[in-house]
């Protein structure tokens, strides 16, 4: 059993899943056996204490087997890392380890913060209106911490130095692209990491 574990791939799952039911029936009966052997009872073995063996080693058996799908699965997805860097004023798109972009951004200029950290994105909104600077409009944003967002502007030849009220601002076209990517992949595969 170790052995096939250490083997399974996303491509081999069903097979291991077919197996372990195999391989769990027989135990089942193989311990079923040894029982009735070891109390003497061949003949008066319980039917329904053995069924209930053989059907709480199938259902371990198919959790774990599940479980294993689910994992190969979620490892097949891409994830998607967006690094942003603060000193350079860009940001560096990764999906699946591999470079996916580089964009200028507009940080917090003075007297506004962009915190550092890592997260992963809250929630997104195609055409977002901030309710704390005047209605301005957040294209695109990807929301990652409380009001905190990437997000498209329309200030585009402020794109490589700090310019903004503490957002990570993005040309509109590029924000679209990187709202797409957390629309296609999830949130929960997606991380926003802020550097200097």
Sequence with gaps: MIRQIARVDTSGVNKFFENTLTNTVQVAVVYGSLGAIKNNKTEGVSMSKFICVVLQKIMAAVAFAGFLLTASTTASLA???ARVDLSSQTMHVQVNGRTYARWKISSGRKGYRTPTGTWRPKWTSRMHYSRKYDYSPMPYSVFYNRGYAVHGTN?????????SHGC?????????????????????????????
């Design 155 to 163: 200030y585009v030849r402020r794109l490589g130095r700090p310019a």
């Design 168 to 196: 990570i601002r993005l040309h509109t076209a590029n924000a679209r692209k990187f709202y797409n990517l957390v629309k296609r992949y999830g949130r929960r595969n997606t991380l926003i990491r802020v550097r200097y």
């Design 79 to 81: 994830d998607v890392v």
